[in-house]
């Protein structure tokens, strides 16, 4: 009897083990299973955050513009083009009118007679007057700097890749510009890079950029241009100008009614 009732208890006491085990894994699969999403979710915070450093480094060295390249803003080119308005193109591009000489003034006072110093400093951050660029005349190669435009109340810069779509839509709609602006003594600065077999005579005549006096027209094949004006690693950099020629505004791929939107504004701010 004995011995019967030692067997008994040894068996009972095996049961309640065996209950106990399955009982305590299954918690803990549940807790594994509740860490697991939150890692799942962290990871994707971490990686938006490591996209948002990354941007941000991208920004960084897009701003000190020294390592950036041509090659690299070709591989970028249409990033601008959503936002650029491409219904105003003039089906009409060869003008008959006779090119203006980029060295001459429109007739309205502008020469570098009449350039102001700001006392902000020159560079080409926006607060800053317009630095020095290095430009040549579309139509004779020689060299021109756009102090010309001084005495302008307001001026806008675009510099312009001849492969670039988006520098081929403003170039149809900056005829229409000058002429809505021909009566606001706003000077427009067009700096065209050709990287496509093209010439700047050529260009000018496609969208038919001759006989307007308010648009002086330049070339600069070297990027130096670009990297000037430009703020991201894209083609079609814009720059607005308020009278001294301080720097008010910088974008990408502006559309036609942006550029005349930040032109009054700039007008306002004399």
């Not at 067997?7 to 049961?15: E, K, M, S, Y």
């Not at 697991?36 to 962290?42: H, K, N, S």
């Not at 600065?189 to 260009?203: R, S």
Request: with cysteine; aromatic share 4%; hydrophobic share 35%.
């Amino acid at each position: 009897m004995r011995t019967m009732t030692l067997i008994l208890a040894l068996a009972l006491a095996g049961c309640a083990g065996t209950t106990t085990g399955p009982a305590n894994g299954q918690t803990a699969s549940d807790t594994d299973a509740t860490d697991d999403a939150g890692t799942a979710l962290d990871g994707g915070t971490a990686k938006d955050g490591t996209a948002a450093a990354s941007d941000a480094a991208a920004t960084g060295s897009d701003a000190a513009g020294g390592s950036d390249t041509a090659a690299a803003d070709t591989a970028a080119v249409d990033a601008g083009t959503g936002s650029t308005d491409v219904g105003q193109a003039d089906t009409g591009a060869q003008d008959a009118g006779t090119a203006v000489d980029a060295g001459q003034t429109n007739g309205k006072g502008w020469g570098p007679e009449k350039c102001q110093k700001a006392g902000s400093g020159t560079g080409f951050g926006i607060g800053q007057q317009l630095g020095s660029l290095s430009l040549k005349d579309c139509d004779t190669g020689k060299s021109r700097a756009i102090t010309e435009v001084c005495g302008a109340k307001a001026t806008w810069l675009f510099v312009a890749h001849s492969h670039c779509p988006t520098c081929q839509a403003t170039a149809s709609y900056t005829k229409q510009v000058a002429l809505d602006l021909a009566d606001k003594d706003i000077a427009i600065v067009h700096v065209i890079q050709i990287d496509d077999g093209q010439t700047c005579q050529g260009w000018r005549k496609k969208y038919g950029l001759t006989g307007l006096p308010n648009v002086k027209f330049y070339t600069e094949n070297t990027g130096k241009a670009w990297q000037a004006i430009k703020t991201k690693n894209y083609t079609a950099p814009h720059a607005i100008m308020k009278a001294d020629r301080v720097i008010t505004f910088k974008a990408h791929g502006l559309s036609s009614g942006a550029v005349k939107q930040k032109l009054q504004q700039a007008l306002a701010a004399n």
